[in-house]
């Protein structure tokens, strides 16, 4: 084959590749290389770190301050939790909530026949899509029969965000309450649970909203 032919040859292929590249459509999940987000994920090490409070087997609910980098969605809350789903189960009907920083509840789902599970110590409670503005502060929180909760000893010491989208303030950092995270005791969440504000020791209490980031 002549060089002519070749170099003939060659920008054909590469004017229908692309063809073929700018055709191809851009899905949200791939704007983003991501779909619903967590601050913590399965495999991060930093879980490890965690222990149970055994003896303390007051109703309480959990919570952590965190901002969006970008606008997006939120579809539920998670919590770790060292339990069994049967031990869970026993405690239904479980709660979780969405906060303003100013303690404005945005909206709350409740598990009341059973609760989403994912190992290693994932439970999840659905919610009505609520949208969430970047840069905003928010308070996720859980509410948790029984107590017999898990935690990080002086897991905000520093800030957490695994994701790049999601992200939770140290304890110095935070603005809401008395650092982060937080939680408030309470027997009866179903009659007005308090907002949380107290916390204790910069523990982290391992609440995460479900969050999609809006396409763009």
Not at 49 to 77: F, K, M, N, Y
Not at 123 to 144: E, R
Request: proline fraction near 7%; charged fraction near 15%.
């Amino acid at each position: 084959m002549s060089p002519v032919h070749r170099s003939r040859r060659l920008l054909a292929v590469c004017t229908i590749l692309a063809s073929t590249i700018a055709l191809a459509p851009v899905t949200p999940s791939a704007a983003h290389g991501s779909g619903v987000e967590y601050l913590y994920s399965p495999s991060d090490p930093y879980l490890d770190r965690r222990v149970q409070e055994v003896t303390d087997t007051s109703d309480v609910l959990l919570a952590v301050q965190w901002r969006p980098t970008v606008g997006g969605t939120v579809t539920g809350i998670r919590i770790c939790l060292d339990l069994t789903p049967q031990q869970v189960n026993s405690r239904l009907p479980l709660t979780g909530s969405l906060w303003t920083a100013g303690g404005e509840k945005l909206v709350t789902g409740a598990a009341s026949e059973g609760i989403q599970y994912a190992a290693p110590c994932f439970y999840k409670v659905s919610t009505s899509p609520t949208h969430v503005d970047a840069g905003q502060t928010y308070v996720v929180g859980f509410w948790l029969r029984g107590g017999q909760y898990s935690y990080v000893p002086n897991g905000f010491d520093e800030e957490r965000s695994t994701t790049g989208h999601l992200v939770a303030p140290s304890n110095a950092d935070s603005t809401v309450g008395a650092g982060n995270g937080l939680y408030v005791y309470n027997s009866d969440f179903g009659g007005g649970a308090a907002f949380p504000t107290e916390s204790w020791q910069n523990s982290d209490y391992l609440v995460s909203p479900a969050f999609t980031p809006d396409p763009h």
